[in-house]
């Protein structure tokens, strides 16, 4: 048997508190319809698009170099005006940047150990907007 588990942290003003054990406190009341009921929640669906369609948009992608993936990579970003990089939760790097779409290349003082995990955090106005990681295998 196997168990796959992920841990979800929040962004905004609740940041790095858990999503787990807490759940999710809404600031927007939604009744669900017959069509929610019914059909697969197609009313609460279009709700939340109409609502996430208003908030902007950002990305941050790590992609490592093919030929040395432990040290060098580059970070594609949008929409963000500071990138953190960490390894293994360390800090390592913070870059600011301009708001994007852009590519940031990254190469490292060290190579990180196999099975290190780069991560990279996206922030807006000092806000972290964004986050992603890249473990890099044996």
């Known amino acids: 048997m196997r168990v796959a588990a992920r841990r979800c942290t929040r962004v905004g003003g609740r940041s790095g508190t ?7 406190v809404t600031d927007i009341r939604y009744f669900m ?6 059909g697969n929640n197609a009313d609460l669906i279009a709700a939340a ?5 208003s908030h902007p948009k950002q990305t ?10 432990s040290q060098k990579f580059a970070i ?6 500071r990138i953190d990089l960490f390894v293994n ?9 301009a708001a994007g779409p852009g ?7 060290f190579a990180a150990t196999a099975g290190s995990v ?4 996206g922030y807006r106005q000092g806000e972290l907007v964004v986050s992603t990681r890249l473990s890099i295998g044996p």
Not at 60 to 69: F, G, K
């Open 89 to 97: 939760d360390r800090p390592v790097l913070s870059q600011e940047v």
């Open 60 to 69: 941050l992608r790590l992609t490592p170099d093919s030929a040395n993936p």
């Open 76 to 81: 594609d970003y949008s929409n963000v005006d």
């Open 18 to 24: 858990p999503v787990e054990d807490y759940g999710v």
């Open 33 to 38: 319809t017959k069509q929610d009921v019914v």
């Open 118 to 121: 780069f991560r990279a955090s």
């Open 49 to 53: 698009a109409n609502i996430l369609k």
């Open 103 to 109: 590519r940031w290349p990254v190469q490292l003082p």
